[in-house]
C-alpha cells in the first residue's frame, strides 16, 4: 500500500514541478496584471515624482520625453541613494539629474522567466514595459513575479505556519 501512496504522490509532485517549470518558460509578463506606469518628465521634481510614488503606492515612475517614449526611470532606491544619500533637495533636483538613463525595458510579451533572469542578474526590482515605439505602457516589479510564483505553489505551502513543516507521506507516524 505504501508504494502506490508513494507513487500516487510522486506522480503528483512530477505534475506540479512540470506545471512550474512550464508556466516559467511559457508565461508572459502579461499574466502578472502590471500596473500603470507614472510617467512624468525629466523636468518634473523628485518631490513630485516621490508625491506620485506614495500617492500611487508604486515603487518608481518612468520618465518621457516629448513624444511620450521611455529616457529613464527613478526609483525609490534612486530616493535613497543619489537624493538623500548626495543632500539633494528634493524639491529642486530634477528627475533629469538623478534618474537611470535608457533603463532595459521589456514588454508584456516577454517571458516572465525573463524579468525573473533580469531581477536576478541585474538587480532590478523595477522594469518599463514599453510598447514597439518605446512608449510606456506598464510596470512590473518584484512584488508582481513573487505573488504570481505564490500562484504556482501547492495550496498546502501557501497555508504553512511559521515552523510547520509538510508532511511527507513516506514517514510514518502512530496517527
Same mark, same amino acid.
Given at each position: 500500500m505504501a508504494g502506490e501512496f508513494e507513487d500516487e504522490y510522486s506522480a503528483t509532485i512530477d505534475d506540479d514541478l512540470r506545471e512550474t517549470r512550464g508556466a516559467l518558460f511559457d508565461d508572459t509578463i502579461a499574466v502578472l496584471s502590471p500596473a500603470e506606469p507614472i510617467c512624468l518628465s525629466e523636468t518634473a521634481t523628485v518631490h513630485e515624482a516621490i508625491q506620485c510614488m506614495l500617492s500611487l503606492r508604486q515603487a518608481g515612475v518612468l520618465v518621457t520625453d516629448g513624444s511620450g517614449r521611455l529616457t529613464g526611470i527613478f526609483t525609490e532606491r534612486d530616493v535613497l541613494t543619489r537624493v538623500l544619500g548626495k543632500n539633494l533637495e528634493a524639491r529642486r533636483t530634477p528627475l *533629469?539629474?538623478?534618474? #537611470?538613463?535608457?533603463?532595459? *525595458?521589456? #514588454?508584456?510579451?516577454?517571458?516572465?522567466?525573463?524579468? !525573473?533572469?533580469?531581477m536576478s542578474v541585474a538587480g532590478y526590482r523595477t522594469i518599463p514595459l514599453v510598447d514597439p515605439d518605446s512608449r510606456p505602457i506598464g510596470i512590473v516589479t518584484?512584488?508582481? !513575479?513573487?505573488?504570481?510564483?505564490?500562484?504556482?505553489?501547492?495550496?498546502?505551502?501557501?497555508?504553512?505556519?511559521p515552523g510547520d513543516t509538510l508532511k511527507k507521506p513516506q514517514d510514518v507516524d502512530a496517527g
Amino acid at each position: 500500500m505504501a508504494g502506490e501512496f508513494e507513487d500516487e504522490y510522486s506522480a503528483t509532485i512530477d505534475d506540479d514541478l512540470r506545471e512550474t517549470r512550464g508556466a516559467l518558460f511559457d508565461d508572459t509578463i502579461a499574466v502578472l496584471s502590471p500596473a500603470e506606469p507614472i510617467c512624468l518628465s525629466e523636468t518634473a521634481t523628485v518631490h513630485e515624482a516621490i508625491q506620485c510614488m506614495l500617492s500611487l503606492r508604486q515603487a518608481g515612475v518612468l520618465v518621457t520625453d516629448g513624444s511620450g517614449r521611455l529616457t529613464g526611470i527613478f526609483t525609490e532606491r534612486d530616493v535613497l541613494t543619489r537624493v538623500l544619500g548626495k543632500n539633494l533637495e528634493a524639491r529642486r533636483t530634477p528627475l *533629469a539629474d538623478v534618474m #537611470t538613463r535608457s533603463p532595459e *525595458a521589456l #514588454t508584456a510579451r516577454d517571458r516572465v522567466a525573463y524579468a !525573473v533572469h533580469c531581477m536576478s542578474v541585474a538587480g532590478y526590482r523595477t522594469i518599463p514595459l514599453v510598447d514597439p515605439d518605446s512608449r510606456p505602457i506598464g510596470i512590473v516589479t518584484v512584488n508582481d !513575479v513573487i505573488r504570481w510564483l505564490a500562484g504556482l505553489f501547492p495550496e498546502e505551502v501557501l497555508n504553512l505556519r511559521p515552523g510547520d513543516t509538510l508532511k511527507k507521506p513516506q514517514d510514518v507516524d502512530a496517527g
